[in-house]
Nanobody
Framework: QVQLVESGGGLVQPGGSLRLSCAAS????????MGWYRQAPGKQRELVAA???????NYADSVKGRFTISRDNAKNTVYLQMNSLKPEDTAVYYC????????????WGQGTQVTVSS
C-alpha cells in the first residue's frame, strides 16, 4: 500500500508564494507520473501540473509562468512552487502519484488548502 502525505498549504496574500510538498511511502518499486490537481468550491477537480519520470512537465494555462513542478526521485517526493498567487488560485490542492510496487498504483494525497486573500 502506498501513502501520500502533503504539506505546505496555507493562507497567503495576492502576489505571494507557497511551496507544496507530497511525499510517497510504502511498497514502491518505481514512480512514473507525479502531478498536482486542485478543486475550488463548486468546481471540478482540474490538473494544475504534471511531471513524468523523465522530467517532462506540463501545466494548466492558468498557472504557466507562475507555478513550477519538480520531483526528487530519491525521496519519492513531488513539489509545487507557486509564485505570484492570485485569489483564483484558492482551492484544495491534491497530489497524485502513479507507479509500481507490490502492485501498480495510482494514489491521491489527502489534500491541502491554499487560500489567497488580502
Amino acid at each position: 500500500q502506498v501513502q501520500l502525505v502533503e504539506s505546505g498549504g496555507g493562507l497567503v496574500q495576492p502576489g505571494g508564494s507557497l511551496r507544496l510538498s507530497c511525499a510517497a511511502s510504502g511498497s514502491i518499486f518505481s514512480i512514473n507520473a507525479m502531478g498536482w490537481y486542485r478543486q475550488a468550491p463548486g468546481k471540478q477537480r482540474e490538473l494544475v501540473a504534471a511531471i513524468t519520470s523523465g522530467g517532462s512537465t506540463n501545466y494548466a494555462d492558468s498557472v504557466k509562468g507562475r507555478f513550477t513542478i519538480s520531483r526528487d526521485n530519491a525521496k519519492n517526493t513531488v513539489y509545487l512552487q507557486m509564485n505570484s498567487l492570485k485569489p483564483e488560485d484558492t482551492a484544495v490542492y491534491y497530489c497524485k502519484i502513479s507507479g509500481s510496487g507490490a502492485a501498480d498504483f495510482g494514489s491521491w494525497g489527502q489534500g491541502t488548502q491554499v487560500t489567497v486573500s488580502s
